[in-house]
């Protein structure tokens, strides 16, 4: 049996404007506001389960409405999502861009719900779940490369 790939790293809801014309700096534009799951981490095990990988996702994700439904989406997309580190108190993070016929005017990522839980979202490597220190995980791990330093 193949172990799974584990992604650590950011899952969250991207929030994309997109207007067909040029916009710039303080333009108030007619466009297309999409709601999608998005994220580093998530991006890649999206990829990674459609290749037909077992693959599971580590990161936070609120007990909020929108953390729920962020289950559902993963879980509609064969990513494990029972490891990840839900908190009430953290909601589920988001991402928001603004891009014109040009490309990316600005983006805002909210990610400090991920950064505030820390390394309770590794926990499942250590506590028995997916690895422990006499029995460590020996599959494949992808990192999001924007994690904190102390994670």
């Known amino acids: 049996m193949e ?7 950011s899952v969250l809801w991207d929030v994309i404007g997109r207007t ?8 108030d534009v007619a466009g297309f506001i999409k709601e ?6 998530f991006n ?11 693959t599971i996702m580590l990161s936070h994700i609120g007990k909020d409405p929108a953390g729920c439904e962020l289950l559902e989406v993963m879980a ?3 990513i494990d ?6 908190s009430a108190n953290l909601p589920t993070d ?5 891009e014109d016929a040009t490309g990316l005017i600005a983006a805002l990522a909210d990610a400090n719900s991920l950064e505030a839980a820390g390394e309770a979202i590794l926990r499942p490597l250590s506590d028995g779940r997916l690895g422990s220190p006499n029995a460590p995980f020996k599959g494949t791990m992808v ?7 102390t994670l």
Do not use: W
């Open 3 to 9: 172990m799974p790939i584990i992604c650590i790293g």
């Open 44 to 54: 890649i095990a999206k990829l990674f389960s459609r290749k037909g990988c077992d």
């Open 36 to 41: 999608q799951a998005g994220g580093v981490a």
């Open 76 to 78: 509609g997309l064969g």
């Open 143 to 149: 990192v999001d490369g924007n994690l904190t330093e």
């Open 94 to 98: 988001r991402y928001m861009a603004i």
């Open 20 to 27: 067909q014309t040029h916009s710039g700096l303080g333009g």
């Open 81 to 86: 999502g029972k490891f990840a580190y839900r």
